[in-house]
């Protein structure tokens, strides 16, 4: 066989994949529109100039760029590249379209292309999925943005999650008060790792920063855990409000701002509970201006599932004028290799419910008919294309995982009936087309999808 | 304002479109699935090799390349390509999973990118919607797909189609018939313009190319329009038969294929007279070597809907062993354009069913209770995020098109009720939250969505 290879990093998505796949999107889709969230779609490439000083250094260096072409071949040099992400794209977008009615609600769930180190779990090409509302101030449109993540959640059927909330005037405020507002990001870098190094791998870190023992300990005592959300907004006003001095208004509003996002969020639907005050929150992104959040899946014990935040000066970085936003982005891909491990040993979902076989090339007709009968009564019905014996479809529909199997044989040929063959019980009844049709509806809507159904947790 | 622009011959699909295409997207995938075709999905870019050569020279010039990275920057070099099509990749997956289960039927909806000149209707990332059927021999597998595209056109509400129906053995037979076995290429490529250039037009190319009188007539004698199916086969096999002597029997292969698919289709379901045996069908691939068809849809006047055809080499040069393969191509894109151009004056479309508007800061909190309890209730409900004056809301609710707003006023929030205004009447009526629900689903029932409703031509 010649040596074929997919691009380093890259995935091929077959069915049983796929159907998964589907049925995440599809969901999360109808979660998104719910809640009044528009369609969009951007292209793959855009402009490298569109694309660069959005990012960073480190993404600097990940984007993939596109040759250039000539009429008559390539006259070498980029002028485009691989979207990085589905934000910058949606911030040309508004720019573009000065028209377009603010506030603007759009859910984009597309892949992304990253020319990062390819390693276990990590992707050059991998699904965004993103809601993002631009053109609304207030806390209500970061609410709606938690809202709209935890319906998701569960209807992906996870509903064990958290979701941590801050806000990065809060942070800023923090590195005002330890006097390291010229070290804000090695702070906030460090104070991101918490979860993975612990509290005496941050402390080490901050030290190898050049922090001193007082300022590692105020650290501390400014992000000491709290027993709930009161708790933690009063501790923030106790340590920060004495240190700030005229600094004190930003932090205020970045404290009443989360104070305000976690009530609404509960107004629009989010259990009680499940929004937790978090000051350790720091979340990577230099574009994030006012809250940000991280919803977390406990059970299955998976980790962060969904971020985001609100980014008021990305916008104007095209449009010229500032347009507040802010968004979520779905950890699409860790819901599905969670599935995809979940239902390793399951069998196969494939397409079709039944598969038509082909008894012999004499009942080839009534085969025909049986299928076009079925789908016309809305069953999806595969039909054995091939010129296989019988008993080698038989072991084609087995192995393919299809719930059922329907066989024309002379003796049903000759009444005008089908047999149906439940392929996992080895069952088997002979009925009319119609009554086939009704056996396998009423099959399906009993048989579990590859997702729980709405409503149902498990 | 800065410059911002779209990457050349790209488009952004803004929501009033992106309905459309959503809606279109899923009726054809819900065709597919019917017919048992599986999902897949493969990577917006492959090896180069992987591409090179499959598309003859013309092809080679519209890939995009993409740049090499290394760890530190740019090391020059392309090593990858984007895709030019969803063929080659699904040939690449085929020899990559050697235990896949044949028949294998897919379908992919998915862009391509094509480096060409842009021009009007022509984009540099379009849609490909394929289905294909990879591992079959016969004429079923062939009329499997005519079948399937004939019922997409009906589903999407173009039942007034005719499908072409020839074979590229046929073909064959007719250069050897004229004497121009080794001019096969330049005939075809003459021949495929017959529509845009008539007769004439195709005569005089065929005499720049050095065919003679005699050969451009016996090319019209064996062409001749022929009143049905029948006659077309007859006359076929009364102009080759005579002239092929040794190279009969492969033309009769050809001919007796195309007399199967034609009679397997309507047995599958296309109605009786849609398939039409069409010997002036060239279509341009190099790699077709079967039966070939092509969907052209009548009314609205738009020509070419769906083409595909038998390429039983392709998967070969990849996997090493030959494996048949038979596919259709749906022209997702122009059915959009169709259905962008008709629905133009239409109000532009909306996810959302409602708008809740906020009437004033006071009653937030019953607006905010009534979009929750809505969007439990099952019912697309936005809620108005942005802090503008409730006049404005409404001119933003009337601008977007929703179709109802929600209004909780002093009255309303007094008595644990709302206001249901329908934009488009003016009409309002006053009702508990549960009403609503019920007054806006009953609503949505009866609404025209962006595609008729299954079973109903528009």
């Known amino acids: 066989m010649p040596d074929v290879f997919l691009a380093k990093g890259t995935r091929d998505f077959l069915p049983a994949q796929m159907h998964r796949r589907l049925a995440v999107i599809d969901r999360v889709r109808a979660v998104f529109t719910q809640f009044g969230f528009e369609p969009l779609e951007t292209p793959a490439f855009e402009r490298i100039e569109t694309l660069t000083g959005k990012y960073g250094e480190e993404g600097q ?35 573009m379209n000065p028209d377009l009615r603010l506030p603007f609600k759009r859910w984009q769930i597309a892949p992304v ?16 999925c993103d809601a993002d509302i631009v053109g609304a101030e207030g806390p209500l449109a970061d609410a709606e943005c938690l809202a709209v993540a935890a319906a998701a959640l569960t209807a992906l059927g996870f509903p064990a999650y958290t979701i941590r909330l801050n806000d990065r005037r809060v942070l800023r405020a923090m590195a005002a008060a330890v006097g390291a507002e010229d070290r804000e990001g090695p702070l906030l870098v460090a104070i991101d790792k918490l979860d993975k190094i612990g509290v005496e791998g941050v402390s080490a870190e901050l030290a190898a920063r050049g922090f001193d023992a007082a300022q590692i300990a105020l650290v501390w005592a400014i992000l000491a855990p709290q027993p709930d959300n009161a708790a933690a907004l009063a501790a923030l006003t106790a340590q920060l409000q004495p240190r700030l001095g005229d600094r004190w208004p930003e932090a205020e509003a970045g404290i009443r701002a989360i104070a305000e996002v ?37 059970e299955p014990k998976v980790g962060s599932f969904a971020g985001g935040g609100r980014y008021d000066g990305l916008i104007g970085m095209f449009s010229g004028r500032r347009i507040p936003a802010v968004g979520i982005s779905l950890g699409l891909e ?45 069953i999806t019905a595969d039909l054995f294309l091939g010129d296989a014996a019988f008993k080698n479809q038989l072991k084609y529909a087995n192995g393919r995982g299809y719930p059922f199997a329907v066989l024309v044989g002379p003796s049903e040929a000759e009444r005008g009936l089908v047999a149906v063959k439940d392929l996992r019980s080895g069952e088997q009844v002979v009925l009319t087309l119609d009554q086939a049709a009704d056996h396998l509806r009423a099959a399906r809507a009993a048989a579990a999808g590859p997702l729980p159904k709405p409503g149902e947790a498990r």
Chains 1, 2 share one sequence.
Not at 273 to 281: A, F, M, Q, Y
Request: net charge positive; glycine share 10%; proline share 8%.
């Open 61 to 95: 260096q990940l984007i993939f760029k596109i040759l250039k072409r000539g009429e008559g071949g390539e006259t070498g040099g980029c002028d485009q590249a691989l979207r990085y992400d589905l934000t910058v794209p949606l911030a040309r977008v508004v720019a």
């Open 113 to 128: 292309w990253r020319a990062d180190r390819p390693a276990k779990g990590r992707f050059r090409e991998f699904y965004q």
């Open 262 to 298: 976690a009530a609404l969020a509960e107004d629009l639907g989010v259990p009680p509970g499940r929004v937790r005050i978090d000051p350790t929150l720091a979340r990577g992104l230099d574009y994030y201006t006012g809250p940000v959040f991280e919803a977390v899946v406990e």
């Open 334 to 378: 860790r819901v599905l290799a969670v599935l995809d491990e979940r239902d390793r040993d399951a069998p196969p979902p494939t397409a079709a419910q039944a598969i038509v076989l082909v008894w012999d090339a004499a009942r080839r007709g009534p085969a025909i008919a049986a299928a076009r009968s079925l789908r016309a009564a809305g």
